[in-house]
Structures are given as C-alpha cells and as structure tokens.
C-alpha cells in the first residue's frame, strides 16, 4: 500500500509541475481581472478525491520564479532552495490531514549589522481539513437523525442536565475544506513565514552599546552654550 501511495505521489508531483506553467500563464492573462483573487507566490491545488485511501506522498519544490514571488512575500533577500515533503491522509469520511517536513535556504538581513547572511529553515508541517459546517453528508444527515428522535426523548431531554464537554484547548480546530479541496503549495508558503525567524541575526552579530559620552558629543550641547561647543571652562 505505501508503493501505491508513493507511486501515485510521483505521477501527481509531475502532474503539479506540468500545471504550474499552465496556472501561471492563467494568472498572467487574467491579472488585469479586478475579480480576480490575488494570485498565491506558490499553489498546488489537490482535490480531495485524489487521495488514495492508504494516504499519498508528495515532494514539492517551486521552481525559479515561485521561489522569488516567495522570497518577496517574506521580506527575503532571497530563497535559494524550498523542498517539502508531505503525507495526505484521509482524515475521517471527508477530513484531510497534512504532514511532513520542509527545508529551505534563505538569505535574510541581519537586524544588527544589516548585513545578508544565508540561514536554513527546518519546519514540521502538520494540518488537519474537514468540511464547513452544515456542508457534506454528515451534516446533512444530522437533522435526520435527530428528527427521529426528537418525540422518542422529548421529555427525556427537557428533564436531563446537558453532559458535560471536555473541550482541548491545545488542539486547533481543522481549516475548512473548501470546495472539496486543499492548496499544499500555499500551505507549505505558510509553513515557511512560520520558521523564518522575525528577527534575523548573524550568528557571529553582536550589538555593543555607544560608549557613553561627554556633554560635549551631545547633539544639544550646542543649544545649551548658544550655538557653540562647550569648552572645558563652562559650567553646567
């Protein structure tokens, strides 16, 4: 079953990169659209239905021009390398859930000597999808349900305490699945400006502070003496 779900993670990584020309070349006719939404720096769309039930694997990896609409998105000074690896499994009867791992390499500017320095980024992915609510077969089949038994334990339910719900708070709730599919291009992006670190510094950067300084280095030293320096004569 993994050589299956391998197996079919390399025909839809070729997939992916046979489209990207095509989607781009989309977005490059269809920019001066003002419905248009605003194109991602890096998409791989996937349809739910195409992933096999043992789960699929796939490699990604963003050509030139994604790394650059990338490196802007991210205030870089450049993105010289970007690989993920995902597994998409089912989640549930209409969920999907995303894990893996990506490594890049950036080049960023040190917040200190505001000098470029090249750093690597090492980020876990993991995300789990399930449908809106009030969308898909289980939704709907819900009111079914309760319709059912609504006369059956009326009193019942008006005379019981509701039970009581251990809510997790460690866990976030699935992102929507959105017309039946996910975007991993745009989820390994936001993976990325996850583990970039705000404030870059080179390893070596250390911020030493101005030797403190007489009245005479003071910018208002000459306000203070009538437009002219202190000299050693004059009081404060």
Aim: glycine share 8%; net charge negative; hydrophobic share 35%.
């Amino acid at each position: 079953m993994a050589k299956r779900g391998r197996e079919a993670g390399e025909k839809l990584a070729g997939e992916f990169s046979r489209r990207a020309g095509s989607e781009n070349e989309d977005r490059a006719m269809n920019k001066d659209d003002a419905h248009e939404a605003w194109p991602l720096p890096f998409s791989r769309p996937l349809q739910a239905a195409a992933v096999p039930t043992e789960g699929l694997d796939v490699v990604l990896q963003p050509n030139a021009e994604e790394c650059a609409a990338l490196a802007r998105e991210n205030d870089l000074r450049a993105l010289t390398a970007l690989e993920a690896r995902l597994h998409v499994a089912r989640r549930g009867s209409e969920g999907l859930e995303v894990s893996g791992h990506l490594r890049a390499k950036v080049r960023q500017t040190c917040v200190v000597t505001l000098e470029d320095f090249d750093a690597e980024v090492d980020e876990p992915v993991h995300l789990c999808f399930a449908p809106p609510p009030g969308k898909g077969k289980s939704a709907s089949a819900a009111p079914r349900r309760a319709a059912k038994k609504s006369e059956r334990w009326k009193e019942h339910v008006e005379d019981e305490p509701a039970p009581a719900r251990i809510v997790d708070l460690e866990e976030d709730a699935p992102d929507p699945l959105i017309g039946g599919a996910i975007d991993l291009g745009a989820i390994v992006g936001e993976f990325l400006t996850l583990g970039l670190d705000p404030y870059p510094r080179k390893p070596d950067a250390e911020f030493s502070e101005p030797a403190p300084g007489g009245e005479e280095d003071s910018p208002f030293a000459a306000l203070r003496h009538g437009g002219r320096k202190p000299s050693q004569g004059d009081g404060p």
